[in-house]
Nanobody, 120 residues
Framework: QVQLVESGGGLVQAGGSLRLSCAAS????????MNWYRQAPGKQRELVAL???????NYADSAKGRFTISRDNAKKSVYLQMNSLKPEDTAVYYC??????????????WGQGTQVTVSS
């Protein structure tokens, strides 16, 4: 079983910055893609950014130029640096990690979510 613990959310004024962190633990053999999603009230969950095992990154158009995703494989962690935040970035942000357990089963785990609120 793989657990994800997120941290770093909070309240920030427009134009400010936040850094989200997500650490994976449990019976992990290897981690593939690490993703950040978000869900605003009344909206569907959307992919914000992803980083592959090889370090390739991809961003939603709304995040390009403002957000940076990174990972630390030794710490089994993924980060999302968010700059120039806008009120429309307000949402619950979820970490999502895919990989293989020590028993060679694939896993697809989600964090509990962390609230990001950007005031105007």
């Amino acid at each position: 079983q793989v657990q994800l613990v997120e941290s770093g959310g909070g309240l920030v004024q427009a134009g400010g910055s936040l850094r989200l962190s997500c650490a994976a633990s449990g019976s992990i053999f290897s981690i593939k893609t690490m993703n950040w999603y978000r869900q605003a009230p009344g909206k569907q969950r959307e992919l914000v950014a992803l980083i592959t095992g090889g370090g390739t990154t991809n961003y939603a158009d709304s995040a390009k130029g403002r957000f940076t995703i990174s990972r630390d494989n030794a710490k089994k962690s993924v980060y999302l640096q968010m700059n120039s935040l806008k009120p429309e970035d307000t949402a619950v942000y979820y970490c999502n990690v895919l990989g293989w357990t020590a028993g060679w089963s694939e896993f697809n785990s989600w964090g509990q979510g962390t609230q990001v609120t950007v005031s105007s």
